[in-house]
């Protein structure tokens, strides 16, 4: 075999894959990767198989649907004040991942400096490395999750090109208020960044608080690429449909990297989407739902030994476990997978220099059985 380096010699297989195989091999609860276990809507099933019946069943245009588009412009403009031009701004991407990837693929050159907050979810930094671009790990401030805005102002250099943020925050459901993100928009404004920012979970937020999207803030959207996620918003996360809103001048390059991995997205996907979403009560009691769940999964913990660190949006709840054990979070993580049946996720596989405060993340998107049981487990250690 001809030789050749690896783009990613340190990356191995993700802590999501690792701790789903060992749930499987233990029989145990699944409540370490992120998709719900109940199902999805029957009215959305039915639009896009009515879709595929009706023969739409080729590639969608490169951008996405326009139908689907518009409805998003439209779902947006309600939401943020904002109305975004469907056909210059938002592009329909094959989930998330895609959309933040292809982002950084057009923003970042080689040599550029990237910001990213840790615990931080695993892909940015390996697609940051990708582009040519250097990860500049600050950590979130424990046990808050919130960044420390004067630390970030002296870490921008004139090699930065780029701010990624995530709110409702992926791992710790930490959520950034109105005065955080006017802080950002100040540092944009001072120095020539842009803004990536990380939003699937933007209809999951608890507590009566508000996502403040970048969307809503005129000087900041001009020099921001907002991310969502229909996969986390409508419990679907198998079908891998997302979307990107961006100005015209980053969403065309970012169309140019788009087109070379993926070209389109699922079409019937799209045709029941665009439909689904003319109804907005379909995506407006998404927080409520999981509230409850919350809710329902904290009161049963209550008699136990974890600690819990309050969760103000996505669907997962960090416990602590340092009055229980000495272990390691991955240690612990492990032993309550083999020996309780009972699966999570580390909090420092999230960290670059692996930073263990003795918390793990569990899914609360799931059934109230399954929570329930999950429970007990917990307040048996």
Request: with cysteine; hydrophobic share 40%; net charge negative.
């Amino acid at each position: 075999m001809p030789a050749f380096e690896s783009k990613l010699p340190d990356v191995g297989t993700t802590i999501f894959t690792v701790m789903s195989q060992m749930a499987a091999e233990h029989g145990a609860l699944n409540l370490s990767q992120g998709f719900p276990d109940f199902p999805v809507a029957e009215e959305l099933i039915a639009l896009i198989h009515d879709a595929m019946k009706s023969g739409n069943n080729q590639y969608a245009p490169m951008a996405g649907l326009p139908e689907l588009r518009e409805s998003i412009s439209r779902m947006t403009g309600e939401r943020y004040g904002y109305t975004p031009d469907p056909d210059r701004e938002i592009t329909v991407t094959a989930g998330a991942t895609e959309a933040l990837f292809a982002s950084i693929m057009a923003l970042v050159s080689t040599g550029d400096e990237v910001i990213i907050f840790d615990p931080a979810y695993d892909s940015y930094a390996p697609a940051i490395r990708m582009a040519g671009g250097i990860p500049v790990h600050l950590k979130l401030k424990h046990p808050t999750y919130l960044p420390d805005w004067e630390e970030v102002h002296h870490a921008i250099t004139n090699r930065t090109k780029l701010i990624l943020i995530n709110s409702p925050h992926n791992p710790s459901g930490s959520v950034l208020s109105k005065d955080d993100v006017l802080v950002l928009e100040r540092l944009v404004s001072i120095h020539d960044i842009f803004i990536l920012s990380d939003e699937v979970y933007e209809h999951i937020i608890f507590d009566g608080k508000q996502h403040e999207s970048v969307l809503k803030y005129p000087d900041l959207r001009k020099k921001s690429v907002a991310v969502s996620s229909f996969g986390k918003t409508f419990h679907a996360t198998g079908w891998k449909v997302g979307y990107l809103i961006a100005p015209d001048t980053l969403a065309t390059e970012i169309r140019k990297v788009h087109q070379f991995i993926t070209f389109s997205v699922h079409t019937p996907t799209q045709v029941g989407l665009a439909q689904f979403l003319q109804d907005s009560k379909n995506y407006s009691k998404l927080s409520a739902l999981y509230e409850r769940k919350r809710a329902h999964f904290l009161d049963r913990v209550a008699g136990s030994s974890f600690e819990p660190i309050p969760s103000s949006g996505t669907y997962f709840q960090l416990l602590n476990y340092s009055t229980i054990s000495d272990k390691t979070d991955i240690e612990m993580a492990e032993y309550l997978t083999r020996i309780h049946g009972l699966a999570s996720i580390p909090i420092s596989v999230f960290y670059e220099d692996g930073t263990d405060h003795k918390v793990l993340r569990f899914c609360f998107a799931k059934e109230d059985e399954t929570l329930s049981r999950a429970a007990e487990i917990l307040c048996e250690i």
